[in-house]
């Protein structure tokens, strides 16, 4: 609480809060801390203040001294609460100055009937804000008190579904730059929406209705083809720098890309992942082309790992059947970033051989992650096309990752289990034309 004058003048009498020569009431703090207990008050203060104080003073046994049960933890705002009777009314919310002090004196104002002093700090809550502890301890406090809490409860309480829709399709639009970026925070801006709209996706009852909405589908998708544009441009750019050995160069091209991964995050929450794998295996070939190029053989290696972790959730959606392709574009997608993989993998290795502090080696959990989204998608495939990826893998000299014997032993398996089934079959035939 600020500092202050509490005092109080009645019939040309100044009271002071604790002025024992004016004082015709002695307030007793029962308290089990051993702080002090006697505080010197005035009947004519606490009852103008406190429907509490009124029934005790109005009872005829009532004495010199009224005995209040107080505890350790809000002896403070007990204090503070009896100063508060002593200042005008207009001066209460001026002396208040902490969400925690006033929710205490808040709790002993509604507990004393204190109505002025009630009022001051429901005002004082509506008006400033809380932090994610404080809101909590408000709202609990305030849920009460009916009618004179709503406006609090104003600021928590949820819109309707054609706002919410419109505020999602807004963060949209700046996490996506649909229209151009925001100078001079653009930046600062798009981080925090996508952070927003990641957040608006977490599972609760509206978050199915506003993912189903055409609207917004439309604008995700529109985002969708704004990221991917603008992932190409700066990914293309990178053949025409002079030096690509600038942070600034390769970290604005893994900004695009972050953006991109963001992107695909979004989509799979919203079962429009179909629509960032069909993108990404549009861009691939152009994009294996650039990062593979004599130019960037021994640089990038922060944009080369970063690629392979997109790929790698591509590869997880098509291979576990979350995205459902026709046969030859998986085939597709598996030739194109299959021999990639097993090349970068080794260079990134020896990379962080040469040097411990080397951050780009993939991780085991995201080798692992790939490893089998590869051979689910192989053992998904047509026959031939499965014997084909294996044969390359057979033949490739230093085989390690990633590791298809798994798929090579369900291949061999399947095989003669498919000869087999293609004998009995022929066998019936005879059998049934000799039966003829």
């Keep these: 609480m600020q500092s202050g004058s509490f005092?109080?003048?009645?019939?040309?009498?100044?009271?002071?809060?604790?002025?024992?020569?004016?004082?015709?009431?002695?307030?007793?703090?029962?308290?089990?801390?051993?702080?002090?207990?006697?505080f010197y008050s005035h009947s004519s203060v606490l009852v103008s203040k406190s429907g509490f104080f009124v029934d005790q003073l109005s009872n005829p046994e009532f004495g010199s001294c009224i005995e209040i049960q107080c505890l350790d933890s809000t002896y403070d705002h007990h204090i503070s609460l009896l100063k508060l009777f002593y200042l005008p009314t207009d001066s209460l919310l001026d002396s208040l100055d902490s969400v925690q002090s006033v929710l205490g004196i808040l709790h002993l104002a509604v507990a004393f009937r204190c109505e002025d002093v009630t009022n001051c700090c429901l005002q004082y809550l509506e008006a400033v804000p809380w932090d994610g502890k404080e809101e909590e301890q408000v709202i609990k406090a305030v849920s009460k008190l009916g009618p004179i809490a709503m406006p609090i409860l104003a600021r928590i309480q949820p819109v309707d579904l054609s706002s919410t829709k419109n505020v999602f399709i807004s963060a949209v639009r700046f996490a996506t730059s649909i229209g151009g970026s925001c100078p001079p925070f653009g930046d600062e801006l798009k981080t925090s929406a996508q952070e927003q709209v990641e957040f608006m996706l977490g599972g609760d009852e509206e978050t199915p209705l506003v993912t189903a909405d055409d609207e917004v589908k439309s604008v995700i998708k529109l985002g969708l083809t704004q990221v991917c544009s603008s992932f190409e441009n700066e990914f293309s750019s990178l053949l025409v720098v002079l030096d690509i050995s600038d942070d600034t160069v390769e970290n604005r091209?893994?900004?695009?890309?972050?953006?991109?991964?963001?992107?695909?995050?979004?989509?799979?929450?919203?079962?429009?992942?179909?629509?960032?794998?069909?993108?990404?295996g549009e861009m691939s070939g152009k994009v294996l082309g650039i990062i593979e190029d004599k130019k960037l053989e021994n640089a990038m290696w922060g944009l080369k790992l970063k690629l392979i972790e997109v790929t790698g959730k591509v590869l997880e959606a098509v291979g576990y059947g979350n995205v459902i392709l026709p046969a030859p574009c998986r085939v597709q997608l598996l030739k194109t970033w299959l021999p990639y993989i097993r090349k970068i993998k080794p260079i990134?290795?020896?990379?962080?051989?040469?040097?411990?502090?080397?951050?780009?080696k993939m991780d085991e959990d995201l080798c692992q992650s790939i490893e089998g989204a590869i051979v689910s998608l192989v053992l998904a495939l047509p026959s031939n096309d499965q014997?084909?990826?294996?044969?390359?893998?057979?033949?490739?000299?230093?085989?390690?990752?990633?590791?298809?014997?798994?798929?090579?032993e369900i291949w061999c398996y399947r095989t003669k289990s498919a000869k087999r089934r293609l004998m009995q079959g022929l066998d019936r035939v005879g059998d049934a034309t000799i039966s003829l």
Excluded: H
Excluded at 17 to 35: A, P, Q, W, Y
Excluded at 349 to 356: I, L, M, R, S, V
Excluded at 387 to 408: C, G, H, N, Q, R
């Design 7 to 38: 005092k109080r003048l009645l019939s040309g009498v100044i009271l002071c809060f604790g002025d024992k020569s004016t004082s015709d009431v002695i307030l007793r703090l029962v308290n089990g801390e051993g702080r002090p207990e006697w």
């Design 253 to 280: 091209i893994l900004q695009s890309l972050s953006d991109l991964e963001w992107m695909c995050n979004i989509l799979s929450k919203m079962d429009l992942m179909k629509d960032f794998v069909c993108s990404w």
């Design 348 to 360: 990134l290795d020896a990379e962080g051989n040469k040097d411990t502090n080397f951050p780009y």
């Design 387 to 408: 014997t084909d990826i294996l044969l390359d893998w057979m033949e490739t000299e230093l085989v390690k990752y990633p590791d298809l014997s798994e798929a090579f």
